[in-house]
T-cell receptor, first 119, second 111 residues
Framework: AQKITQTQPGMFVQEKEAVTLDCTYD???????LFWYKQPSSGEMIFLIY??????QNATEGRYSLNFQKARKSANLVISASQLGDSAMYFC????????????????FGKGTHLIIQP | AAGVIQSPRHLIKEKRETATLKCYPI?????VYWYQQGPGQDPQFLIS???????DKGSIPDRFSAQQFSDYHSELNMSSLELGDSALYFCASQLLTDTQYFGPGTRLTVL
């Protein structure tokens, strides 16, 4: 079964509108972390935002916020006031067993959402 | 701020050749990860090292091996290269249980 599901392969959004990118996850761990990365066409993987499973507040980083609904196992990324430079591939990722000191579990990624911002 | 450094950035090899990719983590980061991203795919975790010891293993082929050295840099060694190994290879570094920061990647093309 997919551990990370991103149901929107592609999205077109008008500049300056807000965008919500969906992400649902599946884990039986109690401690885990959820991450969003942006990958422009140039290829680099840019960290955007992180939410820990024990965090009670939704994470925010500038124009990015994470709508974390633990009971629904969803971690949607919200981009406010979208810009042309936001056009990129966006990946949701999870690390299980997050707080085991010394552990180095790899991230599991979703298939990504290709976001295109139109002027 | 210092970022993860990967070299080379681009590499072209023939089938059955070997390749070595290098990764220099962010200073003071103690954990290194390797990922493979095929064309149009999501990144797949290969292997990780914590304090120079192998920590976790993902979908790394037996033809690949990796190690982390005393200065914390890491190398991914790939032998008997196949066409399907053509991909973008990322190294990421992390401090303790913090966020993984990715390098710019090495684009490997196998002809």
């Amino acid at each position: 079964a997919q551990k990370i599901t991103q149901t929107q392969p592609g999205m077109f959004v008008q500049e300056k509108e807000a965008v919500t990118l969906d992400c649902t996850y599946d884990t039986s761990d109690q401690s885990y972390g959820l991450f969003w990365y942006k990958q422009p066409s140039s290829g680099e993987m840019i960290f955007l935002i992180y939410q820990g499973s024990y965090d009670e507040q939704n994470a925010t980083e500038g124009r990015y916020s994470l709508n974390f609904q633990k009971a629904r196992k969803s971690a949607n990324l919200v981009i406010s006031a979208s810009q042309l430079g936001d056009s990129a591939m966006y990946f949701c990722a999870m690390r299980e067993d997050m707080y085991s000191g010394g552990g180095a579990d790899g991230l599991t990624f979703g298939k990504g959402t290709h976001l295109i911002i139109q002027p | 701020a210092a970022g993860v450094i990967q070299s080379p950035r681009h590499l072209i090899k023939e089938k059955r050749e070997t390749a070595t990719l290098k990764c220099y983590p962010i200073p003071r980061h103690d954990t290194v990860y390797w990922y493979q991203q095929g064309p149009g795919q999501d990144p797949q975790f290969l292997i990780s090292f914590y304090e120079k010891m192998q920590s976790d293993k993902g979908s790394i082929p037996d033809r690949f091996s990796a190690q982390q050295f005393s200065d914390y840099h890491s190398e991914l060694n790939m032998s008997s290269l196949e066409l399907g190994d053509s991909a973008l290879y990322f190294c990421a570094s992390q401090l303790l249980t913090d966020t993984q920061y990715f390098g710019p990647g090495t684009r490997l093309t196998v002809l």
